[in-house]
């Protein structure tokens, strides 16, 4: 019996909706040679992560591994699964496969961030395949909500692998590459040992509409608009900015595109050969001479990103343009769970400039890029894959695909960011547990879930800061009283007297009874302020502020 196995490792996007990295290897244990399937990043929030700019993968297993990393290969340009490609790049340092609108985007992030991008090699799709190590891997196209997005076919010695990335079953996406069941089907012919597939729609009872309907009903309704609309969507969906701006054409209304992504993302598909027709668009200084009822503006900010363009609308003007009263707002976009304050915020204010305001509950003008239940079940019986391993999903995702998978006759395994799955017998099994986590780019550093940088950022938003700041003389004695200054707290407390007036009084208090040990002694004086400080402000306003300390000491 061979001593090698196969093995599957999720370090992200499973038991999570985004940050996706997942590690496939074969040989001996712990001399595995790994590939990279992905690594994306997450977004912050201001109520877990305020001030974080991206949450990334925890990469120390296989930074530590690094030696062993034949390739990364990138299923498609989704932030979720590109975005920390640059980021991480200097810690792996191993060469990168994507076929070419991935590309494009991977080498203009490795480039801004000081990288080398010919570390990006452009791949063909399949049955074009890439050597690397033990395996070798394949882009097969699939399509979804962004151009030229594949699954991987992952041949090794133990068995093919089939990796679905995102995916939907669609025959008429417009833009990019169709949904080809007989390509899949001729894939899958020889045997399929694992099907790693996408989870997030898995509760979705219907079977996924295509592209190709939206196009007619933002038509209708932009006809029937007075003034000038806005649309906003995923500017990664190329296909739906197209279908917005082509409706807008035969509508009447020139075209205009405003946020950064949105421009680039139509560049790099023109670039790449995705987009070979688009309609003309003009520039928004030129845009505030024609009428608004000729307008139609394409914006980024679909999920209430405060600096996007569709929020600084909501705030006033964008590039000189600014909505009015009779106007008309579209989200041709579905609301990711844990974004929907920002968009209600820009919805509501919207509503106060008198603008009309569109979303899709009524089903009419987005579709989902993934695949709901009737679609997955239609994706494993074309596989027949004997493992089925559910990703891209939370737990309760995961776990409801593992069912469907055991009800018709597969074996189905979850495996949670951090489970190492060996696959290499005739039922997967758990071959050991792996320590998992987050990074956080901060501005331009990246920290650790648990430096505590985050945590007390929280801890200063929750309730405040106070700094003390105490001069001790050559004696051991204070040196006049002590200051403080606040940040993010009431000024008066309970006593109707100034906060900072009472802390300075009950610290010169203490200090007036403080034994000689605690005053020579600088961390046990710094420990009782902060009590002293904390218990006043307790009292006074309710809140125990963080507290810093400073001690200066003349000799």
Same mark, same amino acid.
């Given at each position: 019996?061979?001593?090698?196995?196969?093995?599957?490792?999720?370090?992200?996007?499973?038991?999570?909706?985004?940050?996706?990295?997942?590690?496939?290897?074969?040989?001996?244990?712990?001399?595995?040679?790994?590939?990279?399937?992905?690594?994306?990043?997450?977004?912050?929030?201001?109520?877990?992560?305020?001030?974080?700019?991206?949450?990334?993968?925890?990469?120390?297993?296989?930074?530590?591994?690094?030696?062993?990393?034949?390739?990364?290969?990138?299923?498609?340009?989704?932030?979720?699964?590109?975005?920390?490609?640059?980021?991480?790049?200097?810690?792996?340092?191993?060469?990168? @496969?994507?076929?070419?609108?991935?590309?494009?985007?991977?080498?203009?992030?490795?480039?801004?961030?000081?990288?080398?991008?010919?570390?990006?090699?452009?791949?063909?799709?399949?049955?074009?395949?890439?050597?690397?190590?033990?395996?070798?891997?394949?882009?097969?196209?699939?399509?979804?909500?962004?151009?030229?997005?594949?699954?991987?076919?992952?041949?090794? =010695?133990?068995?093919?692998?089939?990796?679905?990335?995102?995916?939907?079953?669609?025959?008429?996406?417009?833009?990019?590459?169709?949904?080809?069941?007989?390509?899949?089907?001729?894939?899958?012919?020889?045997?399929?040992?694992?099907?790693?597939?996408?989870?997030?729609?898995?509760?979705?009872?219907?079977?996924?509409?295509?592209?190709?309907?939206?196009?007619?009903?933002?038509?209708?309704?932009?006809?029937?608009?007075?003034?000038?609309?806005?649309?906003?969507? @995923?500017?990664?969906?190329?296909?739906?900015?197209?279908?917005?701006?082509?409706?807008?054409?035969?509508?009447?209304?020139?075209?205009?595109?405003?946020?950064?992504?949105?421009?680039?993302?139509?560049?790099?598909?023109?670039?790449?050969?995705?987009?070979?027709? @688009?309609?003309?668009?003009?520039?928004?200084?030129?845009?505030?001479?024609?009428?608004?009822?000729?307008?139609?503006?394409?914006?980024?900010?679909?999920?209430?990103?405060?600096?996007?363009?569709?929020?600084?609308?909501?705030?006033?003007?964008?590039?000189?343009?600014?909505?009015?009263?009779?106007?008309?707002?579209?989200?041709?976009?579905?609301?990711?769970?844990?974004?929907?304050?920002?968009?209600?915020?820009?919805?509501?204010?919207?509503?106060?400039?008198?603008?009309?305001?569109?979303?899709?509950?009524?089903?009419?003008?987005?579709?989902?890029?993934?695949?709901?239940?009737?679609?997955?079940?239609?994706?494993?019986?074309?596989?027949?894959?004997?493992?089925?391993?559910?990703?891209?999903?939370?737990?309760?995702?995961?776990?409801?695909?593992?069912?469907?998978?055991?009800?018709?006759?597969?074996?189905?395994?979850?495996?949670?960011?951090?489970?190492?799955?060996?696959?290499?017998?005739?039922? =997967?099994?758990?071959?050991?547990?792996?320590?998992?986590?987050?990074?956080?780019?901060?501005?331009?550093?990246?920290?650790?879930?648990?430096?505590?940088?985050?945590?007390?950022?929280?801890?200063?938003?929750?309730?405040?800061?106070?700094?003390?700041?105490?001069?001790?003389?050559?004696?051991?004695?204070?040196?006049?009283?002590?200051?403080?200054?606040?940040?993010?707290?009431?000024?008066?407390?309970?006593?109707?007297?100034?906060?900072?007036?009472?802390?300075?009084?009950?610290?010169?208090? @203490?200090?007036?009874?403080?034994? =000689?040990?605690?005053?020579?002694?600088?961390?046990?004086?710094?420990?009782?302020?902060?009590?002293?400080?904390?218990?006043?402000?307790?009292?006074?306003?309710?809140?125990? =502020?963080?507290?810093?300390?400073?001690?200066?000491?003349?000799?």
């Amino acid at each position: 019996m061979s001593s090698e196995r196969l093995i599957y490792l999720p370090l992200g996007g499973a038991g999570e909706i985004g940050m996706n990295c997942y590690v496939y290897g074969y040989g001996k244990p712990e001399k595995e040679r790994l590939i990279v399937v992905d690594i994306g990043v997450a977004f912050p929030d201001m109520d877990s992560t305020p001030g974080v700019d991206l949450i990334l993968p925890d990469i120390s297993w296989l930074e530590e591994r690094r030696d062993r990393i034949e390739a990364v290969f990138i299923t498609h340009a989704h932030e979720d699964h590109i975005g920390a490609i640059a980021h991480t790049y200097g810690r792996l340092e191993a060469p990168i @496969f994507a076929r070419a609108f991935t590309a494009n985007h991977a080498k203009r992030k490795m480039a801004e961030n000081g990288h080398p991008a010919d570390a990006v090699t452009v791949v063909e799709a399949w049955p074009d395949q890439v050597e690397a190590g033990p395996f070798k891997v394949g882009f097969l196209p699939i399509s979804h909500s962004i151009p030229e997005s594949s699954g991987l076919v992952i041949d090794s =010695p133990k068995g093919r692998v089939i990796h679905s990335g995102d995916f939907k079953l669609d025959r008429t996406p417009l833009v990019g590459e169709a949904w080809d069941p007989e390509l899949w089907g001729e894939v899958s012919k020889g045997g399929v040992k694992a099907l790693v597939c996408d989870s997030t729609n898995v509760f979705s009872p219907h079977a996924g509409r295509s592209e190709v309907t939206v196009g007619p009903e933002i038509e209708k309704m932009m006809n029937a608009a007075t003034g000038m609309v806005v649309a906003t969507t @995923f500017a990664s969906n190329v296909a739906r900015v197209k279908t917005l701006a082509e409706a807008g054409e035969r509508a009447g209304r020139s075209i205009v595109l405003l946020g950064r992504a949105m421009k680039r993302m139509v560049e790099a598909s023109i670039e790449s050969g995705v987009l070979t027709e @688009f309609p003309q668009v003009v520039a928004p200084e030129d845009a505030r001479s024609i009428p608004r009822e000729n307008l139609l503006l394409l914006v980024t900010g679909s999920q209430g990103e405060r600096r996007a363009a569709s929020a600084q609308l909501a705030r006033g003007k964008y590039m000189g343009l600014e909505m009015k009263k009779g106007d008309t707002f579209l989200f041709s976009s579905k609301t990711i769970p844990g974004n929907e304050r920002g968009v209600i915020q820009i919805m509501n204010a919207f509503s106060e400039m008198g603008v009309d305001i569109v979303d899709d509950n009524s089903g009419h003008y987005h579709v989902s890029g993934h695949a709901n239940r009737p679609d997955l079940e239609e994706m494993h019986a074309i596989v027949k894959p004997q493992i089925l391993v559910p990703m891209h999903g939370e737990h309760r995702h995961l776990r409801e695909h593992t069912k469907i998978a055991d009800a018709k006759g597969m074996q189905g395994i979850l495996a949670v960011n951090g489970m190492m799955i060996d696959l290499s017998g005739n039922e =997967p099994k758990v071959a050991e547990y792996v320590e998992t986590g987050r990074t956080y780019l901060d501005g331009s550093v990246q920290i650790g879930a648990l430096d505590g940088v985050v945590r007390d950022r929280i801890r200063m938003a929750l309730n405040g800061h106070v700094v003390v700041t105490l001069i001790i003389d050559e004696q051991d004695e204070p040196l006049g009283d002590p200051w403080c200054e606040t940040m993010g707290i009431a000024e008066t407390g309970s006593s109707n007297a100034p906060l900072v007036e009472i802390l300075e009084a009950d610290l010169s208090q @203490f200090l007036g009874r403080a034994d =000689p040990k605690t005053m020579r002694d600088d961390e046990a004086l710094e420990q009782a302020l902060r009590r002293t400080v904390r218990k006043t402000a307790q009292d006074e306003i309710g809140k125990k =502020p963080e507290v810093t300390v400073i001690i200066s000491r003349l000799t």
